[in-house]
């Protein structure tokens, strides 16, 4: 078929016939695409352990095999939990960090509030001696 006979096809009665065909077969068939595309979904769970069976862990093991990290649902799960222990860690990191910055702010208060007892103290010491000598 020359390019000439194609832009003619295109044009045809046979062409809006066949369009026509091909949109009716597919919008027939969609329901059942989906029941099929949702239960092909399903069935891939299954063999996934339930521990792994929620949204971050599939979508992370998923994302392995995307990028050729893993080639097994097994090398999945062991690289999940490694990354689920790195992100633990982090977290624990950031914790503590918040941590130590609020126990030095807290000591810098500590230790303005004691120069100010030692003050106050002193000039109560002083007091008491001036009033013993009856000054």
Request: aromatic share 12%; proline share 3%.
């Amino acid at each position: 078929m020359t390019g000439t006979d194609f832009k003619k096809f295109l044009q045809s009665k046979d062409w809006e016939l066949l369009q026509s065909s091909y949109t009716k077969d597919i919008k027939e068939l969609m329901p059942y695409y989906d029941t099929a595309v949702e239960e092909i979904e399903q069935s891939s769970v299954m063999h996934i352990p339930p521990e792994y069976r929620y949204p971050l862990a599939l979508s992370t093991m998923l994302g392995f095999l995307r990028n050729f990290r893993a080639s097994t649902w097994k090398d999945c799960a062991d690289l999940y939990e490694e990354q689920f222990h790195r992100w633990i860690l982090e977290k624990n990191s950031a914790e503590n960090v918040q941590i130590q910055t609020e126990i030095r702010n807290l000591t810098g208060k500590v230790a303005k509030n004691t120069k100010s007892i030692a003050r106050s103290s002193r000039a109560t010491a002083i007091f008491t001696g001036l009033m013993y000598l009856g000054l």
